[in-house]
């Protein structure tokens, strides 16, 4: 059960952090969200040992709002990278180099999540 508890509570934490830094920079939200995908994995393998939680239509409906939220935020992520390469772009062309450069527009930073293993979507299985 201290397992159980701990995942939990890194869960919430990590939840709670990652709604923190929402203003923050690209990278440190990346980071943060990387944190709360790992701890969200480890609550995944605690639920697959309990096999009355998994037949529970509240963790049915928890795995369909996690597979809803996880394609959301791969969009999310995916819709700001193109805007920035199309900013970043803006910024380096002419004429609007001149533009940029005038009124102190620079390149903004993608949305990047460091470690490889974080970058993947969890996998998920209930069976």
Partial sequence: MKHERETLEAVTNARTLAQQVAS??????????????????RLLAVAERYPDLKASQNFLALQEELASTENK???????????????????????????AAMTGFKESEFFEIPVAAERETPKVSFT
Avoid at 31 to 38: C, D, F, M, P, Q
Wanted: proline letters at 4%; a negative charge.
């Fill in 73 to 99: 935020i791969s969009f999310s992520r995916q819709f700001y990278n193109d805007a920035v390469l199309t900013y970043n772009n803006q910024t380096q062309m002419f004429p609007s180099n001149m533009v």
């Fill in 24 to 41: 923050a920079g690209p990278g440190e939200r990346g980071k943060v969200e990387g944190e709360l995908s790992s701890a969200l994995n």
